[in-house]
Nanobody, 127 residues
Framework: QVQLQESGPGLVKPSQTLSLTCTVP??????????WSWTRQPPGKGLEWMGA???????YYSPSHKSRTSISRDTSKNQFTLKLSSVTPEDTAVYYC???????????????????WGQGTQVTVSS
């Protein structure tokens, strides 16, 4: 059983940078062939894949978010981090981290290549 735990601020002001960390206790984020992703769900909308970091360290981003998104990792802590810059109220969502598997990153829907998910963390962008 793999556990993923999101952490970060629940409230962020517009124009600031949102930073969320996903910790994988007891696991290893450098084991192949897995990749570690961030997905969000805005209120009343579907899941929106944002990006992933592969066990090798390569990163992939959704074209919709690429200009504002950065995913990095700390292998010594088994953590990976999402940074989303210049946030607006439209970035309000529940943010999930998840593990994907396979030798190719599957960017989201239908999410059949994602086997473990965190519980999600609510982030609200408001002044």
């Amino acid at each position: 059983q793999v556990q993923l735990q999101e952490s970060g601020p629940g409230l962020v002001k517009p124009s600031q940078t949102l930073s969320l960390t996903c910790t994988v206790p007891g696991g290893s984020i450098i084991t192949g062939y897995y990749y570690w992703s961030w997905t969000r769900q805005p209120p009343g909308k579907g899941l929106e894949w944002m990006g992933a970091i592969v066990y090798s360290g390569s990163t992939y981003y959704s074209p919709s978010h690429k200009s504002r998104t950065s995913i990095s990792r700390d292998t010594s802590k088994n953590q990976f981090t999402l940074k989303l810059s210049s946030v607006t109220p439209e970035d309000t969502a529940v943010y999930y981290c998840a593990r994907g598997f396979g030798d190719t990153v599957v960017a989201g829907w239908p999410f059949s290549h994602y086997d473990y998910w965190g519980q999600g963390t609510q982030v609200t962008v408001s002044s």
